[in-house]
């Protein structure tokens, strides 16, 4: 929140031209998996609409990316949690009949080649497969914690939910291993975990707290480590990159990681794209050279449809159609799509969601304590968040 008041969180929008759900997708559709359903539930229509304009695969062929709504099929409740959700969607299974079945989150932001992933599930002979992704040891209590069988480190020995005391990795002391959120799971027994889980009245109907242990306790489950995944056209630098966008500051940080003139999450990898919506909004324009009223924007990105018309720009991402007037400082700050800044306006250490329309010589990130008392979300780090269609006066 607020950014989640009016849409489901995969719909957020990000990195100025995509939504969240965009990197999920994209890096199945690049492992070359074309049939796939997104389970929706809660404030869905942004999620749906994006889904169905954006991601349109070849019938003739047979592959798709569709929306599956809660539809109540097998009883009166929605979903129950993320394991009630492909319990209540097994249709979908039944349907397609797959041998194997690829489960991804739908909120984060990395890029990964599943099809290696599920080359390593092959191999383990096991049910499940958890993707890993190697973490500080200070942040374990943040995840679900994967650790390694002692007899095969293929194997996962023990699953634990946000530990207070781990113990760090053999081979890097420093470090754990964080569950991505990421599994792969032979058909038949995704279908039987699930039904089982279903009948539990005890049971969260979550993966990661119900499904995974429940294989693990059976020694069934087997570990994918991110840091074996071999993305084609990655850096040294972004290699391996995850991020759980779960909070406001997290969501913030995450942008700052694609601005830098070496980004630690590279937009322009073209060899593993992120894939978005084709636009037919102008090229972005920069106008005005006189002193104090320069057009500029440095170390940002600049989305198609954007006007900086006379305004400074500096370590921001700025979304289509925004405009910004002569005068106008933005600092540090990541803009949505159509934010209308006024002259002299001021915005720095701050998040603007859609249509947001800031007064000249508004302030927006400069007095914590007058943020606050205009209604503004300000997080903990000190970073403003303003609502969807918000008018920002001065």
């Known amino acids: 929140m607020p950014l989640t008041a009016d849409r489901a969180k995969p719909a957020v929008p990000f990195g100025g031209i995509y939504r969240l759900i965009d990197?999920?997708?994209?890096?199945?559709?690049?492992?070359?998996?074309?049939?796939?359903?997104?389970?929706?539930?809660?404030?869905?229509?942004?999620?749906?609409?994006?889904?169905a304009q954006t991601w349109r695969m070849s019938?003739?062929?047979?592959?798709?990316?569709?929306?599956?709504?809660?539809?109540?099929r097998v009883g009166k409740s929605w979903y129950q949690g993320s394991a009630d959700a492909i319990y209540q969607s097994l249709n979908l299974i039944h349907d397609e009949k797959p041998d194997i079945v690829v489960v991804v989150g739908a909120d984060n932001i990395f890029r990964m080649d599943f099809s290696q992933?599920?080359?390593?599930?092959?191999?383990?002979?096991?049910?499940?497969?958890?993707?890993?992704?190697?973490?500080?040891i200070e942040l374990a209590d943040q995840f679900g914690i994967i650790a390694a069988d002692e007899k095969d480190p293929r194997r996962i020995g023990a699953f634990l939910e946000k530990p207070k005391n781990p113990?760090?990795?053999?081979?890097?002391?420093?470090?754990?291993?964080?569950?991505?959120?990421?599994?792969v799971m032979t058909a038949d027994a995704l279908?039987?975990?699930?039904?089982?889980?279903?009948?539990?009245?005890?049971?969260?109907?979550?993966?990661?707290?119900?499904?995974?242990?429940?294989?693990?306790?059976?020694g069934d489950a087997a570990l994918y480590d991110m840091f074996e995944n071999e993305v084609p056209g990655s850096t040294p630098r972004d290699r391996n990159y995850w991020r759980d966008v779960g909070t406001l500051d997290a969501f913030y940080e995450s942008h700052t990681d694609l601005i830098a003139t070496d980004p630690v999450f590279n937009l322009y990898n073209n060899e593993w794209p992120v894939f978005a919506g084709l636009s037919s909004l102008p090229p972005a324009k920069f106008v005005h050279a006189d002193e104090g009223r320069t057009g500029s924007a440095i170390r940002s990105?600049?989305?198609?449809?954007?006007?900086?018309?006379?305004?400074?720009?500096?370590?921001?991402?700025l979304s289509p159609g925004t405009v910004l007037h002569s005068y106008a400082k933005i600092t540090d700050s990541v803009i949505?799509?159509?934010?209308?800044?006024?002259?002299?306006?001021?915005?720095?250490?701050?998040?603007?969601?859609?249509?947001?329309?800031?007064?000249?010589?508004?302030?927006?990130?400069?007095?914590?304590?007058?943020?606050?008392?205009?209604?503004?979300?300000?997080?903990?780090?000190?970073?403003?968040?303003?609502?969807?269609?918000?008018?920002?006066?001065?």
């Open 23 to 51: 990197f999920a997708l994209s890096n199945l559709v690049n492992s070359g998996y074309l049939k796939i359903v997104v389970l929706t539930q809660y404030k869905s229509h942004s999620l749906d609409k994006h889904i």
């Open 59 to 72: 019938q003739l062929l047979g592959n798709y990316v569709a929306p599956v709504p809660a539809q109540q």
């Open 117 to 136: 992933m599920v080359d390593a599930h092959i191999e383990s002979g096991a049910s499940l497969t958890v993707a890993g992704i190697r973490q500080p």
């Open 167 to 183: 113990v760090g990795l053999a081979d890097s002391p420093n470090e754990v291993l964080a569950s991505m959120g990421n599994y």
């Open 191 to 218: 279908v039987e975990a699930v039904t089982k889980d279903a009948a539990d009245p005890e049971s969260a109907h979550d993966m990661g707290g119900s499904i995974v242990p429940a294989f693990v306790n059976a």
């Open 301 to 317: 990105i600049v989305s198609g449809g954007v006007v900086v018309s006379g305004a400074e720009v500096v370590g921001s991402v």
């Open 336 to 394: 949505f799509d159509r934010v209308d800044v006024g002259r002299k306006a001021v915005i720095q250490n701050a998040i603007l969601d859609k249509d947001v329309r800031v007064d000249p010589g508004a302030t927006v990130g400069v007095d914590r304590e007058r943020d606050l008392a205009r209604g503004f979300t300000v997080t903990e780090s000190g970073i403003t968040v303003i609502p969807k269609g918000v008018h920002v006066q001065a």
